[in-house]
């Protein structure tokens, strides 16, 4: 199996999955229909095509969350256009200053071509909604016989300088992986992002499995272990 | 057609000034790089622009939209202009038809509850039926649907029960959509499939240095308070905060030639729509500015420094320039954000651009953003800048694919 790695990173995300009406809420980890999504836009597949959307849901789908960010809360008015009068108003929340690595696992030439596609889009990549661009181009990395798991293992620490140096004390740092699971793994949870459908007259999604693991990556920041100061020792010598 | 996007980046300083806040009414924020950054929403950024393309007349009317719930009414003018034979009456009737053909659900505006305003209602004619939601219909569109609807006067009913004609009214509202549609897209919630995407994708604009919200006390004295220990006559507090911002956008080219379809005019080159609006988003997008608290702070500028680039790549936003805040220890910002982005750009495009395919220009204003000035062609003016870009696009839109 082949994997495709994106970096998710920019200075505002939203990743709605249950989002509905006038408060539009964020996961705290990117959704597949939302990276799906994205593939979909940069290959240039229209909205009502659903037959070519299915060849992209069939990708097993993971995230490593690099750098969790923290919530922020967008209140937002609207107006008639004509009459002033004011629309409902509406509440959107964004994930700010996070970092994630997604990943895609399945067939080569199908990811060869979202690979290229994503450097000259049809449509132009966004995180979760129009108004959040990458700040950087979104490919990683395409990686031949390799699982999706190993991909999100190997794959180095994307989190931002300052965020490293932060953490400069541990040599490694535990980053969360969310992926879909194997049928011999029995504690997935569910969510309702598989997309079926981004036709928009009716948009569809799936249910699909997706079970929480924990990877060891290293800290390039990480600095010299210094050893741990025992004042006991002393008295052992004098002794 | 070829892709290609058009990048647009700026740094803009505002004074102390409250742009655009959230339901507390203090400025909107973001965190980036750790630190808590001032932040002017896209969408305040968009209405902005749209705004400024009225205000300065950079369109005609006739490539601008309407946006309204009252679409019969005003598709009825369009009729009795198309045809003055027809009555008021008969008018809204052959229109309340064909916007029903273009899927669009209308219904009856709900009366009054006032006793008084209903005895009122009660006078006047049968309400006109609205759509639910506010439609957005280019003058083009509003033409071809007054067009069609006089075509089949004679028995409206009969007239669009024939598939055909039916579909060209569905046909009539998705094509040839007015500049502001094209550039920033259309939702008509009950009738999904005559959406437009936009071609425009406007980033949050986030200040280069690290932002905390100040507060503004202030008293009013009372001109008549005659007391003898007059005290003040209003008192509250003003949130602001000042900034200097990186600002964003990314136009898809080759998709703001697909939604706007055919010429406007018929004696038009088929680039020119393109090239026009193009020109309008540079223009709009560079020189608006959301108006919150406008008469309070009076935050009028302009950008220090713009740098647009045309791409046949990915568009690619410079904010990660930003991450690591600036410090401005020399006083102002301007001058280092101009530095990390002279240094940022050549090497973000040397990893993933593609300098033989991309044009950039630079248009900057004063000492603190000379580092730019090696970024791409310097232009002297926002008038040099967007000829020379929209040049650029026709030039390419001409090219064969």
Known sequence: MSVLTLRLAGPLQSWGASARFTRRTTESAPTKSGVIGMLAAASGIERDDDEALAKLGALRFGVRIDQPGTRVRDFQTAHHGVTGTSMPLSERFYLADAVFVAALEGDRALLTTLHASLRAPVFPPFLGRRSCPPAHPVDLGLYDDVSLHQALTDEPWQAAPWYRRQHHRDATVSLVVLRESHEDEHDADFQRDQPLSFAAEHRRHALRTVVSRTVDIPNPAAAPWHPRHDPFEALEESA | ?401
Request: charged fraction near 25%.
């Open chain 2, 1 to 401: 057609m070829t892709r290609f996007y058009l990048d647009v980046h700026a740094l803009q300083t505002v004074p102390p000034s409250n742009l655009n806040r959230d339901d507390t009414g203090a400025p909107k924020s973001a965190v980036y790089g750790g630190v808590p950054r001032a932040r002017v929403s896209s969408q305040a950024w968009k209405k902005a622009t749209r705004d400024y393309f009225k205000a300065e007349s950079l369109l005609d009317p006739s490539e601008l939209g309407v946006r309204t719930k009252k679409v019969v009414e005003v598709l009825a003018d369009y009729i009795r202009d198309a045809d003055p034979s027809q009555g008021q009456a008969d008018a809204l009737k052959l229109a309340a038809e064909v916007i029903v053909a273009t899927g669009l659900k209308i219904e009856a505006p709900k009366r009054k509850t006032s006793a008084k305003e209903a005895a009122a209602e009660d006078d006047a004619a049968e309400p006109v039926p609205q759509s639910k939601y506010l439609m957005f219909l280019s003058a083009r569109q509003l033409d071809g649907l007054a067009r069609l609807a006089i075509e089949g006067a004679a028995d409206i009913k009969a007239f669009l029960k024939d598939k055909d004609n039916k579909a060209r009214a569905k046909q009539i509202a998705d094509t040839r959509h007015s500049v502001d549609i094209a550039l920033f897209g259309r939702m008509v919630a009950d009738s999904a499939d005559i959406n437009v995407d936009a071609a425009v994708q406007v980033a949050h604009a986030i200040s280069v240095h690290r932002v905390e919200n100040e507060s503004d006390y202030f008293t009013a004295v009372d001109d008549h308070n005659k007391d003898t220990e007059p005290g003040a006559g209003m008192i509250g507090t003003v949130d602001f905060n000042s900034a200097t911002l990186y600002r964003y956008a990314a136009l898809g080219v080759h998709q703001l030639a697909a939604n706007l379809g055919e010429g406007l005019r018929d004696d038009e080159s088929r680039t020119t729509p393109v090239r026009r609006a193009v020109e309008a988003f540079v223009r709009g997008f560079t020189g608006s500015l959301p108006t919150g608290k406008i008469n309070t702070f009076g935050h009028h500028t302009l950008p220090d420094a713009v740098i647009v680039k045309l791409r046949t790549t990915r568009p690619i936003s410079f904010v990660a320039a930003f991450e690591e805040p600036v410090r401005g220890n020399q006083g102002g910002h301007v001058s280092e954000a101009s530095a990390r982005l002279a240094e940022y750009i050549p090497d973000i495009e040397r990893a993933y651009g593609n300098d033989d395919s991309t044009l950039t220009w630079v248009l900057r204003v004063g000492p603190n953003t000379q580092k730019l000035a090696a970024i791409g062609t310097e232009t002297a003016s926002i008038n040099e800048l967007i000829t020379s870009i929209g040049q650029a696009v026709a030039e390419r839109l001409e090219k064969p694919a």
